[in-house]
């Protein structure tokens, strides 16, 4: 009796530290095959066969369609470069430029991946909409309330993430630095 004792709770252990893994890195994300540049992170494998059975759960989890490897890479941002949380009570500065690309957008997101709520129903930008100084350089000020040039609305929220797609670009499994990419800069620059 003691044998099956020890045997059900040694399973029954080994089921919750299992099933609460299996939550953590579906919620959380897995660093396998992940590319990070700055504070922008993209995990280029997940629109292809070779995806690994972490990201798989997540995207299914998720519900999210990935890009696939041959149409591009999203890049996600959660924090500026200081590594400070992105929050919509702050003003925050995006700017630079972004790998060679055919096209790509910025989106904002809460922290659950929906679309961020507000009054002017901008939810991001495209390269094609974008205002650019002479050199090709761009900033995109996000904050909650309204910025001169392009701004990107927050609605005041308390988190929020930055998604960067980038379509029909050399960026991808083989791109290991900023040189490889160079990724736009994102900075908090006062909060109310």
Not at 3 to 8: A, E, F, G, Q, Y
Request: hydrophobic residues 40%; aromatic residues 6%.
């Amino acid at each position: 009796m003691r044998l099956i004792l020890i045997t059900l709770t040694a399973l029954l252990l080994a089921t919750v530290v299992g099933l609460g893994a299996t939550w953590m890195t579906t919620t959380r994300g897995t660093e396998i095959g992940a590319l990070t540049i700055g504070p922008w992170t993209a995990r280029p494998r997940t629109g292809t066969a070779d995806v690994d059975p972490y990201s798989r759960a997540t995207i299914v989890r998720n519900g999210e369609l990935p890009i696939g490897t041959g149409d591009g890479v999203a890049f996600t941002a959660t924090a500026d470069d200081k590594k400070k949380a992105l929050d919509g009570r702050c003003d925050v500065v995006v700017s630079g430029v972004t790998p060679p690309a055919r096209f790509w957008t910025l989106t904002l997101y809460d922290r659950k991946g929906h679309l961020v709520a507000n009054s002017l129903q901008r939810y991001g930008f495209t390269s094609q909409e974008i205002v650019r100084s002479s050199d090709g350089s761009f900033e995109i000020r996000i904050a909650s309330r309204s910025r001169a040039g392009n701004w990107l609305p927050t609605g005041g929220i308390e988190r929020y993430a930055l998604m960067l797609r980038l379509y029909d670009t050399p960026v991808g499994v083989a791109t290991r630095t900023q040189r490889d990419a160079p990724m736009p800069t994102i900075k908090t620059v006062g909060c109310s």
